[in-house]
């Protein structure tokens, strides 16, 4: 799966967990990796943001683009979270020099506000933005409650939204850049445990279009991506059982499951210069989950 936590629950058990970073653990299956020293380009001294980016695919982002040599903020809601994402991107971000954490939740516009406002006193502006956070409630539709519904919609439609809302003057500032949304799988094929999570990531690769046409004439190029099933502890909560993890892999045509540098290189290549010419599109990272049907 592919938000920043997750709340699941099976019969009485439930637990919240944020997403972790790539665990070797997969079940068994080989782990495919991208070298760490990938040639990406186009990236130094520019100013990205990456909200949610204290684990899993954000964190995996944030230290390809750091290694790329960009200036990094990130976001979470919990202080030791942030304390440990910054002690991992030690030595990839000039002992923390090119990395600015902030804790801000994304459903909050006071937060996001003064997010923004100590990017513009820091920086003075943002040249790429990846809106990755967000939760995730797997649920029969009947299991649903207000609380469940009001959570996901806040974070993963109303805090994408205002995100992007809160950071355009600093888009601005920068003469335009480029904004990638984390959609979902979910929206392409009906998953019964995610009514809504599936319906609030719709809205947001939706949104990605609509901003794209919107944003253009202000040199601003908006794209999402629909990541299929990415190991990290949000992944392993919906899927406890080591064994389920082969019946997953094979419905998926290249036979793994997808890690958070995936997506990594994925976000990389939307956010840079390479990906001039395209906006208001959607990039699914599935393996061809949600396409193609596996060979036998």
């Given amino acids: 799966m592919d938000a920043v936590s997750a709340v699941c629950r099976r019969g009485a058990w439930e637990t919240q967990v944020d997403l972790g970073l790539v665990d070797p653990k997969a079940g068994g299956e080989a782990v495919v990796m991208t070298d760490s020293n990938s ?3 186009g990236f130094h001294d520019r100013v990205v943001l990456i909200t949610g980016g204290t684990s899993g695919m954000g964190l ?3 230290r390809l683009l750091l290694e790329a040599g960009s ?4 976001t979470g809601r919990d202080d030791a979270r942030l304390d440990r994402a ?4 030690d030595k990839v971000s000039d002992q923390g020099a090119r990395l600015f954490t902030v804790r ?3 459903a909050s516009l006071t937060d996001l506000e003064r997010l923004a406002a100590l990017i513009r006193e820091r920086h003075g502006r943002l040249d790429g933005v990846f809106a990755n956070a967000g939760v995730g409630v797997f649920q029969r539709s009947g299991e649903v409650t207000e609380q469940d519904f009001d959570l996901s919609v806040d974070v993963n439609f109303k805090g994408v939204f205002f995100t992007v809302q809160k950071v355009l003057p600093l888009l601005d500032a920068a003469g335009g850049g480029s904004i990638v949304i984390n959609a979902s799988w ?3 094929r009906g998953l019964a445990v995610a009514p809504v999570y599936a319906a609030t990531k719709a809205a947001v690769h939706n949104l990605a279009r609509t901003l794209g046409s919107d944003l253009a004439g ?3 190029r908006v794209n999402s991506i629909s990541p299929g099933y990415i190991v990290t502890e949000m992944f392993d909560a919906a ?3 080591p064994a389920s993890h082969d019946a997953i892999r094979s419905q998926v045509p290249l036979r793994r499951l997808g890690q958070a540098q995936d997506i990594a290189e994925t976000v990389a290549f939307l956010l840079s210069p390479q990906s001039s010419y395209i906006t208001a599109q959607d990039i699914a990272v599935d393996g061809g989950l949600v396409t193609a049907i596996p060979a036998p």
């Avoid at 200036?71 to 990130?74: A, S, T």
């Fill in 60 to 62: 995996a982002t944030a």
């Fill in 239 to 241: 899927n406890p059982d």
């Fill in 39 to 41: 040639d990406v380009t």
């Fill in 186 to 188: 979910t929206l392409h």
């Fill in 71 to 74: 200036d990094i903020v990130i």
């Fill in 218 to 220: 202000r040199g601003i």
């Fill in 104 to 106: 801000a939740d994304s």
């Fill in 86 to 89: 910054a002690e991992q991107l």
